[in-house]
């Protein structure tokens, strides 16, 4: 199992332009979706798991972090890595990077559900996750802080 961060890529779409000549914030959180079904597809929860045994893994918690504009006609690159695992929870970090700058991060907690109630992972899975597991980058878990108010 590898430990390099999973790489997912497409292309920003011109109705996810907002009326700022940006990417939309809904977007970022739908492109980082499209992220985490490759992490879930790298530890084993992919489509043929999830049909065959009812379950999947849903998002009980994100924090994104917008750190700079993406424009129209950008080449999105999403670099995943599973930063956490426990019996039942996936802890997945997201980058989002365009033109070699990190533009959002997203930090994702999912739980394992089997046919609507929360369950540890099969054994498989549990040991992927753990292999891929790296150490939680600095700026995970992540918290608004208020600014000085002025």
């Known amino acids: 199992m590898t430990t390099e961060p999973v790489v997912w890529r497409e292309p920003v ?5 907002d009326y700022n000549g940006h990417l939309s914030e809904p977007y970022y959180v739908l492109v980082f979706g499209h992220a985490t079904d490759a992490v879930m597809d790298l530890v084993g929860l992919g ?3 999830r049909e065959a045994n009812d379950a999947s893994l849903y998002t009980v918690e994100a924090h994104v972090r917008y750190l700079d504009e993406v424009s129209a006609g950008s080449d999105l690159e999403v670099r995943s890595s599973v930063i956490g695992a426990t019996a039942k929870l996936l802890w997945i970090w997201h980058e989002l990077w365009v033109d070699g700058r990190l533009r959002a991060t997203e930090e994702v907690l999912g739980v394992h559900v089997v046919g609507g109630s929360s369950a540890p992972f099969p054994d498989d899975v549990a040991a992927r996750a753990l292999a891929a597991r790296v150490e939680p980058p600095g700026e995970a878990n992540g918290q608004i802080r208020p600014l000085p108010v002025a």
């Open 13 to 17: 779409q011109d109705a996810w332009i």
């Open 47 to 49: 489509p043929a798991y």
